[in-house]
């Protein structure tokens, strides 16, 4: 398997409180991405890093901040969660061990109550 | 019209028939192309991609490409009770992102 994995695999968190969602890869790739998974809405892209400390944001980034201090390392901060925010939320690495498309974690299934 | 829109419904099919998904996209400049298999439960794998008009075969998966009425198609032969799950359709954009369709579920009844 490629080398990401995400944590936590389940959280439970309640709203107004900050979370940190964690992505770590050991394949050195320069791209990284979170997306969000809904029934009826598919994967959508949160943010995304083209490099350390270069982040953008992708088409559903509000109420997300991401941070990327290392290459392997990419997290996603909830900054106050909100109930809309529970989700399955996967991280992707580009390229990974085909050297096209991604690669994905095993995502973290998010709950806000 | 989003970016990318995979339409159908659930799709039925009998062990050892060919499944047949669609996917079409609304930029013309789109370049690359990208099918994931999701399990229920698991995250997304890659199983094809392609870049060229025409079709591309990797084993009983074939890929076909028309970007002139932009779509993009997946076959699936000789389906089998392991090939049931939700299947993505991807294209490629700027900065090595992907925009997904929200999927179609495929059932090979046994």
């Known amino acids: 398997d490629a080398g990401i994995t995400q944590s936590p695999r389940h959280k439970v968190t309640e709203t107004g409180t900050p979370v940190t969602l964690r992505c770590h890869q050991t394949?050195?790739?320069?791209?990284m991405y979170w997306y969000r998974q809904d029934p009826g809405h598919g994967l959508r892209l949160i943010h995304y890093?083209?490099?350390?400390?270069?982040?953008d944001k992708g088409e559903v980034s509000d109420g997300y901040s991401v941070s990327r201090s290392k290459t392997e390392d990419f997290l996603l901060t909830l900054e106050s969660a909100t109930s809309s925010q529970t989700s399955v939320y996967f991280c992707?690495?580009?390229?990974?061990?085909?050297?096209?498309?991604?690669?994905f974690g095993s995502g973290t299934r998010l709950t806000v109550v | 019209q989003k970016e990318v829109e995979q339409n159908s419904g659930p799709l039925s099919v009998p062990e050892g028939a060919i499944a047949s998904l669609n996917c079409t996209y609304s930029?013309?400049?789109?370049?690359?192309f990208f099918w994931y298999r999701q399990y229920s439960g698991k995250s997304p794998e890659l199983i094809m991609f392609?870049?060229?008009?025409g079709d591309k075969e990797d084993g009983r998966f074939t890929a076909q490409l028309n970007k002139a009425s932009q779509y993009v198609s997946l076959l699936i032969r000789d389906s089998q009770p392991s090939d049931s799950a939700t299947y993505l359709c991807?294209?490629?954009?700027?900065?090595?992102?992907?925009?997904f369709g929200k999927g179609n579920q495929v059932v090979v009844i046994p």
């Open positions: 992707a690495i580009n390229g990974g061990a085909t050297g096209y498309g991604y690669t």
């Open positions: 394949e050195n790739h320069r791209y």
């Open positions: 930029d013309r400049g789109s370049q690359s």
């Open positions: 890093s083209y490099g350390v400390k270069d982040t």
């Open positions: 991807a294209r490629g954009r700027g900065n090595n992102r992907l925009a």
């Open positions: 392609i870049y060229s008009n």
